[in-house]
């Protein structure tokens, strides 16, 4: 019997991540320019945005198959292996009602599903933290009550250059982009703790906005025990300038965790955008 941790590609882990680390991942089908894609299977990361910059179709996202995770569940309960499933935020996307009745479905209760309420970094927290308790002999219950816990202190900050993207999916209207764009408005959003996305600022210009991102990271108290991921899509010119205004307010990231966002996200806040996640010390 083994611990078989589980998550979707809405975490950004890369190929060789996922080896390393001896977790699944349910790849996310897309749908781009009249081809089928697998997120992270045969789209990469760089291949999608050198796409998304020359084409003016928008990328879909749709969820696996259920087939998918009825493979994942059986094989688990005709071995006696328990799941761990850490997903992206049920907000975003309707894959947990599709893993829950795939559950049901199995009829095997050793399947522990987890709402990550979190995206790309958020959700790379939380795995890798599960990975570390598995290895050092840890119960599923034990990882699954310490991840449920970990879940509400991840903190999130992004922004993005362009409101087109939000436009295309749905997430925004035009005359609201038009209204911010002719006052060169810049959202900084964020993620509560349900998982919904909140904007929490609207700068005037993308580094007065990455400035604000800096300014609340620094009076927040980052819990070292735990990495911190600057994030960016396609291009991290604007990721640099976000740490180099991290750097003034006495925030000294590891710039080797540097990381591009995948496809999933990289679909609706468009090329060098930029953000980063951590762990709060206090909840």
Known sequence: MSIRIVTDSGSDFEQTEIKSKNIEVIPIPISFEGKDYLDGVDLSKNEFFELLEKSEDFPKTAQPSPSV??????????????????????????????????????????????????????????????????????????????????????????TFPTLNYLVKGGRLSRFEASAAAIARIKPVITVDSDGEVLVCHKGVGLRRSIDYMAQKVAEEQIDENYPVFPLYSGDPCNCYIMLEKLDEHGVHVDKDLISNIGPTIGSYVGVAATGIVYIRKNG
């Open 69 to 158: 995770y009825l493979d994942i569940f059986q094989s688990a309960k005709e071995n006696g292996d328990d799941v761990i499933l850490i997903m992206l935020s049920s907000t975003l996307s309707g894959m947990m009602q599709t893993a829950y009745l795939c559950r049901d479905s199995v009829e095997y209760d050793r399947i522990f599903i987890i709402d990550s309420v979190s995206a790309t970094a958020g959700i790379r927290l939380l795995v890798d933290n599960a990975v570390k308790m598995r290895d050092e002999g840890r119960t599923a219950e034990e990882i699954v009550a310490e991840t449920e816990k970990l879940k509400k202190r991840i903190r999130i900050y992004a």
